[in-house]
Structure formats: C-alpha cells, structure tokens
C-alpha cells in the first residue's frame, strides 16, 4: 500500500498564488504516473494536471498556463504551482498515482488511480 500526503493547502485572495507537495512513502515512486486532481462540493472529482515518469506534464484548459505541475523523484515528491488563482479554483486537492503509468485521458477517468491521498483544501476569496 502506497500512501500519498498532501500539503500546502490553505486560503489565498484571487490573484495570489499557492504551492501544493505531496509526498509518497514507496520507493518506486519514479516510475509511477502522478496527478493532481480536485473536488469542490457538490461537483465531482475533476483532474488538473498529470505528469508521467518522464516529467511530460498534462494540464486540463482551465489551468494551463496558471498551474505547474513538476516531480523530485529523489525526495519522492509531487508539487502543483498555483498561480492567478480564481474563486472557481477553490476544491479539496487531491495528489494521486496510477502504478499503470500516464495513459491517454487519465484526467478524465479519475477511477484509474491507483493510490489517493486524503486531500488538502485550497480557498480562493474573490
């Protein structure tokens, strides 16, 4: 069993910018297929970014070009750079693994994940 911890989470006014880690606890965490996805309430989980073991990173359109996705396989950790942050970006973030590797829509198909971590909220107050 693989376990993922979230951090950084926290309350930001729009515009401000927020840095999200997640940290794994297996050591084969280079190989794994990492992302970030979100849930706010009454909707349902959504992917934000994905990026494979070759360090490609994968962004849904509303985020592109205000998040960074990017990986320490040395420090077996996941980090979102969160910029120009908006109200609708406020969710609980999610860090998840696929042990299958990025496949093609991954961020569509949240129920591929292999691993889930428990989740850190992020506020945007406009």
């Known amino acids: 069993q693989v376990r993922l911890v979230e951090s950084g989470g926290g309350s930001v006014q729009a515009g401000g910018s927020l840095r999200l880690s997640c940290t794994a606890s297996?050591?084969?965490?280079?190989?794994?297929?990492m992302a970030w996805f979100r849930q706010a309430p009454g909707k349902e989980r959504e992917g934000v970014a994905a990026i494979d073991s070759s360090d490609t990173p994968d962004y849904v359109g509303s985020v592109k070009d205000r998040f960074a996705i990017s990986r320490d396989n040395a420090k077996k950790t996941l980090y979102l750079q969160m910029n120009s942050l908006k109200p609708e970006d406020t969710a609980m973030y999610y860090c998840?693994?696929?042990?299958?590797?990025?496949?093609?829509?991954?961020?569509?198909?949240?129920?591929?994940?292999?691993?889930w971590g428990q989740g850190t909220q992020v506020t945007v107050a406009s």
């Open positions: 998840a693994a696929d042990v299958r590797g990025c496949r093609r829509d991954y961020l569509l198909n949240p129920h591929w994940t292999s691993y």
């Open positions: 297996t050591n084969t965490f280079s190989r794994y297929c």
